[in-house]
């Protein structure tokens, strides 16, 4: 079992995800001492006789004035058998792109709802983002339950409509949880309640603590975007040529056999370079400098990639776009694509079907893409492009689409990444 659990928190407004983190953050005893002062402190001053565990997340003052929480926030904790890297991701329905950054690494994803709501538009708008990035498993954190008095049939209720939800998407049996949670009182968040006791499932922890994630990103396909070429040209170094950067997936060991791309050379790794000495291999996520056999002509963007299992080389992309600007997407708009370490020029050739996450159903030939709209496009680049089918290479699959007037992100790109297969409006 890895020892590094990726997780994500989303939901509606006011469904409880900071008082939710606060309180994993809190009962596994990962908060500072001054922080939980502060927190004790300004709890008090707001006429609380328990402490407020959301402003442990809320880290703004404006923020916690307005009683909203507006950014991806990323946490740490751990327990003995696991560390967790937390994305807290704003409920709001304007801040859905950040649920799309939030949750583009996660292995599993929290989403919340109030008992007393059940699940809403939000909910099944953020359930989609989930499926379309390929987020492998979800937990339906059904919140307040207390304020229903720990019904179980409120409970069973929101969990088979949830989950009849979920298996639209796609998200396979056993692959979504619903847990009955009190944030504020701590009912099932990590110790088990006593007021649901027809409630036989982990507790929230329990299930983060012993969940399988997905294939380690070590084992996939070898894939290293250049980030810089070091070429010292000292005495000690007059001949020195290497390409820094850090391994998107894979691993890479001397001896092993590249391909250069868009060159489409061929190669092979000599030597592994790092500040701290020479390496016998490099994993995905280690930062290393790559020398090769060959002076081949390499710049920052290239890919040095498993010669046996390389990439596509192509400057037509099919992809799925998550539009994140006020401005709306049409055909003919001239972009930039950003994948990996490489900018290049693109038009939207064709926008292909757009997907309406609260009927499930897709529509063809949309006028436009509006902010927060998923759908599918076609885009032709001015150069040739080593990208990866998201489906199968998450890591190495996504890329952005920027604003060439004054660099702003106005899309999260999925190569492929097929929509799920609905009834078309």
């Known amino acids: 079992m890895s020892d590094l659990l990726r997780l994500a928190t989303a939901g509606s407004v006011d469904d409880g995800k900071s008082t939710l983190v606060g309180r994993l953050l809190y009962d596994t005893k990962s908060v500072l001492a001054d922080q939980l002062d502060a927190v004790h402190r300004a709890s008090v001053d707001k006429g609380l006789t328990t402490p407020d565990l959301s402003l442990l997340v809320d880290g703004l003052r404006s923020e916690r004035e307005q009683g909203i929480t507006i950014d991806v926030a990323y946490r740490y904790f751990a327990t003995d058998r696991r560390s967790f890297v937390l994305a807290d991701t704003p409920g709001h329905v304007q801040y859905t792109r950040n649920t799309v950054t939030g949750a583009s690494t996660a292995e599993l994803a929290i989403l919340l709802v109030d008992a007393r709501k059940g699940v809403v538009e939000q909910t099944k708008r953020h359930a989609a983002v989930l499926a379309l990035l390929g987020v492998p498993r979800l937990v339906l954190a059904v919140n307040k339950i207390d304020l229903v008095n720990y019904d179980e049939g409120t409970f069973e ?13 796609g998200y396979p049996f056993g692959t979504v949880l619903a847990i009955p949670v009190s944030a504020l009182r701590g009912d099932n968040v990590v110790g088990r309640s006593p007021h649901t006791p027809w409630y036989v499932g982990p507790t929230l922890l329990e299930h983060l603590e012993n969940v399988p994630v997905e294939p380690d990103p070590h084992e996939a396909p070898f894939r290293f975007p250049v980030q810089y070429v070091i070429r010292p040209r000292t005495p000690e170094h007059p001949d020195y040529r290497g390409y820094a950067g850090q391994v998107n997936a894979g691993t890479i060991r001397p001896g092993d056999e590249v391909v250069v791309l868009p060159a489409g050379v061929r190669t092979t ?8 000495g020479e390496l016998s291999e490099a994993a995905a996520g280690r930062s290393v400098t790559l020398l090769l056999a060959d002076d081949i002509d390499i710049s920052r963007g290239d890919v040095i990639a498993s010669a046996t299992e390389p990439p596509e080389l192509t ?20 972009v930039l694509v950003k994948s990996g370490a490489r900018t290049v020029q693109a ?8 997907f309406d996450e609260q009927k499930l159903s897709t529509q063809d030939n949309p006028a436009t893409l509006t902010l927060n709209e998923i759908g599918q496009v076609s885009l032709r680049t001015a150069e040739p492009l080593p990208v990866d089918n998201y489906t199968s290479h998450g890591r190495t699959g996504a890329f952005l689409v920027i604003d060439p007037a004054d660099g702003t992100t106005l899309a999260a790109g999925l190569v492929g990444a097929p929509l799920p297969l609905l009834d078309k409006d």
Do not use: M
């Open 157 to 169: 209720v929101i969990a088979k409509e949830f989950t009849h939800h979920a298996t639209t998407l």
């Open 347 to 354: 038009v939207v050739t064709e926008l292909r079907t757009r």
């Open 315 to 334: 400057d037509e992309l099919g992809a799925t776009l998550a539009w994140l600007a006020d401005k709306p997407l049409r055909p003919g708009a001239r």
């Open 269 to 276: 790794v000599t030597k592994i370079d790092t500040p701290d």
